[in-house]
């Protein structure tokens, strides 16, 4: 049509909201520079940079990691920051000790920003190998973007896991057994990474489930031999009640959260007086529509997934571990950081059809660094890690604390309708001849045509 020619050409969209998130990272590291600490939506307490790193550090060093400060890490993560780091500067189990381990531990600090320069080069080869064309602005946006930007600022052990990840199901890895172990090690990190295995079912891919479910197994009783604790009972009954105790109390909590969970509680919790603030009848009616949003999406996953079941030969592995992850992901609030494994999945996608274009754009914009001011709270004094003095930290209520997680909902809601699609008109054009692979299936999906292909 005519009107077309007045459209930007598609093939500058990503190159544009890439140079967006260069924009935004410019901006946050002057912002930085100036006043001390990372602007919102940043983690909200600016003396806290790197602490999940050097805090989870000292505590692997106390034998109370698992009964008194009740971890659920598996002990792979507390073995892994007792070799990268200096032990002489961590004191064990508690705050203020920590923060010294922090100032003390440069080795801790070299090896963090080690593994994210890592990543980026991992990332990089990646996307090369798998589409040139897209891989600047992709590998750009998922290393400066505002989830793993954040992972780093907190120093949190997903950037470890994220680059296992990437290892296990990218292209570098040629050995089966390697991408098995590289598995293994990344659901020993983050236990829920988990998701990312079952989805192998899907495709019948047995032997790779069996290999990468051992090699799991085997970390985990390698790591839990060298440090004497974190039995599986006492990892599972730490997760039951690290989820009763990290509830949302204040506004603060919901500012970069990835999934509308925490803003769900806070609706919930008499102690934040949100009602008078919003009113009553918006209260209802937020109560009622997150919770369609989410079964909606998680119905959506699942009927893909089903689909996936009767066609595997369609639907492509890097979208089935997408879809797990983040059927995991909206369903236990993991951190706006967990958003990574999503967003690498996710840039696998071809720029073509229109729930494809929209998960990808929608990867684009979770990346974003900066937010647009609703409100501001009055301002409050804060100690700052970066200039180690008190400063006046103003806090803002944010338009991207509410849209952020419908747009995450929205990335495998998309995907899944792509998915649900394919498979469909693969069946209709394809019927049962090319199912020989699968003729051990349920006959309903097999069919009576199925043939043996010429030899």
Same mark, same amino acid.
């Given at each position: 049509?005519?009107?077309? !020619?007045? +459209?930007?050409?598609? $093939?500058?969209?990503?190159?544009?909201?890439?140079?967006?998130?260069?924009?935004?990272?410019?901006?946050?590291?002057?912002?930085?520079?100036?006043?001390?600490?990372?602007?919102?939506?940043?983690? #909200?307490?600016?003396?806290?940079?790197?602490?999940?790193?050097?805090?989870?550090?000292?505590?692997?060093?106390?034998?109370?990691?698992?009964?008194?400060?009740? @971890?659920?890490?598996?002990?792979?993560?507390?073995?892994?920051?007792?070799?990268?780091?200096?032990?002489?500067?961590?004191?064990?189990?508690?705050?203020?000790?920590?923060?010294?381990?922090?100032?003390?531990?440069?080795?801790?600090?070299?090896?963090? $920003? =080690?593994?994210?320069?890592?990543?980026?080069?991992?990332?990089?080869?990646?996307?090369?190998?798998?589409?040139? !064309?897209?891989?600047?602005?992709?590998?750009?946006?998922?290393?400066?973007?505002?989830?793993?930007?954040?992972?780093?600022?907190?120093?949190?052990?997903?950037?470890?896991?994220?680059?296992?990840?990437?290892?296990?199901?990218?292209?570098?890895?040629?050995?089966?057994?390697?991408?098995?172990?590289?598995?293994?090690?990344?659901?020993?990190?983050?236990?829920?990474?988990?998701?990312?295995?079952?989805?192998?079912?899907?495709?019948?891919?047995?032997?790779?489930?069996?290999?990468? @479910?051992?090699?799991?197994?085997?970390?985990?009783?390698?790591?839990?031999?060298?440090?004497?604790?974190?039995?599986?009972?006492?990892?599972?009954?730490?997760?039951?009640?690290?989820?009763?105790?990290?509830?949302?109390?204040?506004?603060?909590?919901?500012?970069?959260?990835?999934?509308?969970?925490?803003?769900?509680?806070? +609706? %919930? %919790?008499?102690?934040?007086?949100?009602?008078?603030?919003?009113?009553?009848? %918006?209260?209802?009616? +937020?109560?009622?529509?997150?919770?369609?949003?989410?079964?909606?999406?998680?119905?959506?996953?699942?009927?893909?997934?089903?689909?996936?079941?009767?066609?595997?030969?369609?639907?492509?592995? #890097? !979208?089935?571990?997408?879809?797990?992850?983040?059927?995991?992901?909206?369903?236990?609030?993991?951190?706006?950081?967990?958003?990574?494994?999503?967003?690498?999945?996710?840039?696998?996608?071809?720029?073509?059809?229109?729930?494809?274009?929209?998960?990808?754009?929608?990867?684009?914009?979770?990346?974003?660094?900066?937010?647009?001011?609703?409100?501001?709270?009055?301002?409050?004094?804060?100690?700052?890690?970066?200039?180690?003095?008190?400063?006046?930290? %103003?806090?803002?209520?944010?338009?991207? @604390?509410?849209?952020?997680?419908?747009?995450?909902?929205?990335?495998?809601? =998309?995907?899944?309708?792509?998915?649900?699609?394919?498979?469909?008109?693969?069946?209709?054009?394809?019927?049962?001849?090319?199912?020989?692979?699968?003729? $051990?299936?349920?006959?309903?999906?097999?069919?009576?045509?199925?043939?043996?292909?010429?030899?």
């Amino acid at each position: 049509m005519g009107w077309r !020619r007045f +459209l930007p050409n598609e $093939h500058w969209i990503e190159p544009i909201l890439a140079l967006i998130l260069v924009g935004g990272m410019i901006r946050t590291i002057i912002f930085l520079m100036g006043n001390g600490y990372l602007p919102q939506p940043y983690f #909200y307490d600016p003396a806290d940079t790197w602490m999940d790193w050097f805090n989870t550090g000292d505590w692997a060093r106390d034998r109370g990691v698992y009964d008194s400060w009740g @971890s659920v890490y598996a002990p792979l993560t507390l073995v892994f920051l007792r070799i990268f780091g200096l032990s002489q500067c961590y004191l064990g189990g508690g705050q203020d000790t920590s923060y010294y381990a922090r100032a003390c531990d440069w080795l801790g600090v070299f090896w963090l $920003h =080690a593994f994210y320069v890592i990543a980026i080069v991992v990332v990089a080869v990646t996307y090369l190998k798998t589409n040139r !064309r897209t891989a600047l602005p992709r590998a750009m946006a998922l290393m400066i973007g505002l989830p793993m930007t954040s992972g780093l600022e907190r120093g949190n052990i997903i950037l470890i896991a994220f680059l296992c990840v990437a290892l296990a199901f990218g292209p570098l890895f040629k050995s089966a057994r390697m991408r098995w172990l590289a598995l293994g090690l990344a659901i020993n990190f983050k236990l829920y990474i988990i998701a990312a295995l079952f989805p192998q079912l899907l495709r019948r891919r047995w032997r790779w489930f069996e290999g990468a @479910s051992i090699a799991t197994i085997a970390v985990y009783l390698l790591t839990y031999g060298i440090l004497g604790r974190g039995a599986p009972g006492e990892i599972i009954q730490n997760i039951i009640g690290f989820r009763d105790v990290v509830q949302a109390n204040q506004f603060l909590d919901v500012l970069y959260a990835a999934t509308y969970a925490p803003f769900y509680t806070l +609706l %919930n %919790n008499q102690s934040f007086p949100i009602t008078t603030l919003i009113g009553s009848k %918006n209260v209802d009616i +937020l109560l009622m529509i997150i919770p369609v949003m989410l079964r909606t999406t998680q119905l959506a996953i699942i009927f893909a997934s089903i689909a996936a079941w009767v066609r595997p030969e369609v639907v492509p592995m #890097y !979208r089935l571990t997408n879809l797990g992850l983040c059927l995991a992901l909206i369903t236990a609030e993991s951190g706006g950081y967990s958003l990574i494994f999503v967003i690498f999945f996710t840039f696998f996608e071809e720029w073509k059809g229109v729930g494809r274009k929209i998960a990808i754009v929608g990867c684009y914009l979770v990346c974003i660094q900066f937010d647009f001011i609703i409100d501001r709270a009055p301002p409050v004094v804060r100690e700052t890690y970066f200039f180690n003095s008190a400063t006046i930290v %103003n806090y803002y209520i944010m338009l991207g @604390s509410f849209v952020r997680p419908a747009i995450f909902y929205l990335i495998p809601f =998309a995907l899944s309708i792509v998915t649900i699609g394919e498979v469909w008109r693969d069946v209709r054009a394809q019927g049962w001849k090319t199912r020989w692979r699968y003729r $051990h299936d349920f006959p309903i999906m097999v069919g009576a045509g199925v043939a043996r292909p010429p030899a």
